[in-house]
C-alpha cells in the first residue's frame, strides 16, 4: 500500500459513502423524504417502504457498487493490504452513517457494513448472519440479535485477521452501530416483523 494513495482514497471512500441514493431518487420519484417518513432512516428498508420498487432496486445496487468501486481497486490495482481494506471499509460506513450531502445525517449502513464483510471475509459475514438470524427465529427481535453480533465481533475479527487495528475498527463500528440499535429505527418492528 503506497501512502501517497491511502489517504486520498480515505477521503474518495468517504464521500463515494456519502451518496445518499436512496435519498434523492425517492425524493425525485416519488417527493418523499425519508428522513421525514417511517423509521426515518434513508437506508434500503425505509426506501422499499415508501418508494416505487425500482428505487429500492437501484439503491441496493448503489450500495453494493458502492463497495466493490472503491475496496476492488484498491486491492488490486493500488496493493492494498487487509488492514488497509478494513480502513477504507469504515470510511465507507461513515461516508453512508454521517452523510456529506445531508448535513451529515445519513442511513444505518447495514447494507455497506454488510457487502464490504462479505467481500473482505465471507467467514465472519455469514457466522454473523448466521447468529442474528437464529436469534431472531428465536426471539422475534432483530435489535437482540444485532446486539449479540456487535458485542462478539471484535473477537470474531481478531481470531479471524489477527490484526489488532482490524479489532480496533471493529469496536468503533459496534459502538457507532451501537448507538443506532434503538427501538424507534427498527424496521422490522415498523414492517410488523417480530416485535
Not at 36 to 52: D, E
Amino acid at each position: 500500500m503506497e501512502s501517497l494513495s491511502f489517504w486520498p482514497l480515505i477521503l474518495v471512500a468517504y464521500i463515494v459513502g456519502s451518496l445518499p441514493v436512496s435519498y434523492y431518487l425517492t425524493w425525485w420519484s416519488s417527493g418523499i423524504k425519508l428522513d421525514q417518513v417511517g423509521t426515518k432512516n434513508i437506508g434500503i428498508a425505509n426506501t422499499f417502504r415508501h418508494a416505487p420498487r425500482w428505487v429500492g432496486y437501484t439503491a441496493v445496487f448503489a450500495d453494493v457498487a458502492k463497495v466493490f468501486s472503491v475496496l476492488l481497486p484498491a486491492q488490486y490495482w493500488w496493493g492494498f493490504d487487509r488492514q488497509g481494506l478494513y480502513i477504507l471499509l469504515v470510511a465507507l460506513i461513515l461516508g453512508n452513517v454521517f452523510s456529506l450531502f445531508l448535513r451529515f445525517q445519513g442511513s444505518k449502513a447495514r447494507t455497506v457494513t454488510s457487502w464490504g464483510l462479505l467481500l473482505l471475509s465471507p467467514v465472519v459475514f455469514m457466522s454473523f448472519l448466521f447468529l442474528w438470524g437464529l436469534i431472531f427465529l428465536l426471539t422475534k427481535n432483530s435489535r437482540w440479535g444485532m446486539a449479540v453480533v456487535l458485542a462478539i465481533s471484535p473477537v470474531a475479527m481478531l481470531v479471524v485477521e489477527g490484526s489488532w487495528l482490524v479489532v480496533w475498527l471493529s469496536v468503533g463500528v459496534s459502538l457507532l452501530f451501537a448507538t443506532q440499535n434503538r427501538e424507534q429505527r427498527d424496521d422490522f418492528k415498523y414492517a410488523g416483523v417480530g416485535h
